[in-house]
């Protein structure tokens, strides 16, 4: 048989800047703004999704999100600097969406008669909720339990995890295109075009700024095409639907954001504490610590370093519940995860510095406050969005599967698992997608409404039903005689932080804090 030319690499080699080399300033900046127009579109489409069910106003509309991208950029800031130190950003998750959607339909907040009224008080008990949940994430990841966990995975566990991040969110992807073709099609084919087919061609002579800058080059492009599109009166009598999607004057932000507003803690008034909304939320806090541990994975893999270690791992987590319980005091109207679309961005632009997520969390806090501004970018239609998360979201499926280069894929064993886990990983939460509408409890529908929410939430998370399927059979199907199939071999050396020396160089904390936190 002839040698085989690719053998397993730990690392990626076919990147210009891994986690701590840095693009020079001007690159950075550019870098980091792009990062930050991504980010818009979980920012903007959560409470688009969310305030309006809560009885709120486009005013308020507009201030939960500015509120949601404030505490975004200080969570982004903090992960970087003092948790896992990836280049991630961290901002608002769907997976909260059934917990506050079953808070949202509370008997006694669905009786108040005042539209602002019951906004205010679903508002609050949502406040209370994400902070009693953010306990759980807390406590899991400080006491180093999360990390003690992760000694369960292995290569072979974590591939369809990290491979559903990107597969599971196929519903954000050519769906959401579809609902505006003209729009959503040509963004498409002009980010695969820029990237793939144009990004050699430099004019400018040391920037390849077709693949460093494709989503400025062609949000620039395609907007500008949607606003001639809207003006021009091609909508004007198409149907609401297919407005709202392709339109840029229907969000309505821009008119009702703030010239200058800072969000502070407790903006809402205070939180109220409910027994149940907090079991409800505390299912969507273990599903975004599933999905945020996948996405550390593949984070590091894009910024060429090593996994994360169980201790940096716990760490990373433990900050993120911190985030979660700033998204109760502030009142974002949902709780954070590392964001996948930015992570996919890494391998797009091919670069991994962590300064550029760093500057970027600056941008989100600076246009968070001069609300206008941010309204205004806020406003780019979702199929534009859409088009970018068909890339994105499968370039992570794609670096998740690369895991299993690590594993013997000629071993059925293997192959059961890992097709197993990548089937249902899908199939089940779509059938529990298809059951569930906002007013309703799902397919688990009895008389605990927490208990619904809790089920649903957790089945409905492709990342999640991946990694107990994947997991438990990792670790009970023929786990003696499989240890070198698994990959364990090369997975053991990154579970503890003195296992490998380039972690020390990856993962330290800043200004010497690791005389006062040891890493174990």
């Known amino acids: 048989m002839a040698e085989i ?17 840095n693009p020079p300033w001007p690159e950075t900046v550019l870098l980091a703004f792009q990062n930050y127009i991504l980010m818009l579109g979980s920012s903007a489409f959560i409470p688009a999704l969310l305030v309006p069910a809560m009885g709120g106003t486009d005013g308020d509309k507009a201030r939960v999100m500015q509120t949601l991208l404030f505490v975004a950029g200080i969570k982004t800031l903090v992960q970087a600097l003092f948790g896992t130190r990836l280049p ?7 997976a909260y969406v059934v917990p506050i959607a079953y808070i949202i339909n509370d008997s006694s907040l669905q009786r108040i008669s005042s539209d602002h009224e019951r906004f205010i008080h679903t508002m609050r008990a949502i406040q209370g909720a994400l902070i ?35 597969l599971g969110m196929f ?60 003006a021009s009166g091609a909508y004007r009598h198409k149907p609401p639907h297919t407005q709202h999607s392709c339109r840029t004057d229907q969000a309505n932000l821009i008119s009702t954001a703030p010239w200058f507003k800072f969000p502070y803690p407790l903006q809402w008034g205070p939180p109220t504490f409910s027994a149940g909304h907090s079991f409800a939320m505390m299912s969507a806090v273990l599903v975004s610590m599933v999905e945020s541990t996948g996405a550390y994975l593949a984070a590091s893999r894009l910024a060429i ?3 994360p270690p169980a201790y940096v791992l716990s760490r990373g987590i433990g900050w993120q519940g911190i985030g979660v319980l700033l998204d109760g005091l502030f009142g974002t109207g949902t709780g954070s995860t590392v964001l996948v679309e930015n992570v996919g961005l890494l391998g797009l632009t091919r670069v991994g510095s962590r300064r550029v997520v760093q500057v970027s969390a600056g ?45 013997n894929m000629n071993s059925m064993r293997n192959l059961m698992i890992t097709g197993l886990s990548l089937f249902l990983g899908i199939s089940i939460p779509q059938f529990f ?50 240890k070198k199939d698994r990959g364990m071999p090369w997975w053991v050396k990154f579970r503890t932080f003195r296992g490998d020396n380039r972690n020390e160089e990856f993962y330290t904390l800043p200004f010497n804090l690791n005389r006062f936190f040891p890493p174990t």
């Open 5 to 21: 030319s690719h053998p397993p690499m730990e690392q990626h080699q076919d990147l210009e800047y891994c986690i701590d080399s």
């Open 88 to 94: 991630a950003v961290v901002g608002g998750s769907f």
């Open 132 to 166: 009693v949940a953010s306990s759980i994430q807390i406590i899991l990841g400080y006491s180093q339990v999360w990390g003690l966990f992760s000694r369960f995975f292995s290569p072979l566990g974590m591939a369809p995890v990290v491979g559903l991040l990107g």
């Open 171 to 230: 519903q954000r992807g050519f769906p959401q295109l579809g609902n505006c073709i003209e729009i959503g099609l040509p963004m498409l084919l002009l980010v695969i075009g820029l990237t793939q087919y144009l990004k050699h061609v430099r004019p400018f002579k040391d920037v390849p700024i077709f693949e460093r800058f494709p989503i400025l080059i062609c949000v620039s492009f395609v907007w500008i095409y949607a606003i001639i599109l809207t």
């Open 305 to 307: 370093a090593t996994p």
């Open 363 to 407: 941008f989100m806090i600076f246009f968070s406050v001069l609300g206008k501004f941010g309204a205004v970018f806020a406003s780019i239609p979702v199929p534009i969005y859409a088009a970018l998360h068909c890339v994105l979201f499968g370039l992570v499926a794609a670096v998740g599967l690369s895991f299993l280069q690590f594993t």
């Open 433 to 482: 997608v298809q059951y569930w509408d906002a007013r309703h409890y799902g397919l688990v529908h009895t008389n605990a409404g927490w208990f619904n929410a809790f089920l649903n939430t957790v089945f409905m998370s492709p990342a999640t039903v991946g990694l107990i399927i994947a997991v438990f059979m990792d670790n009970t199907v023929e786990v003696e005689r499989s």
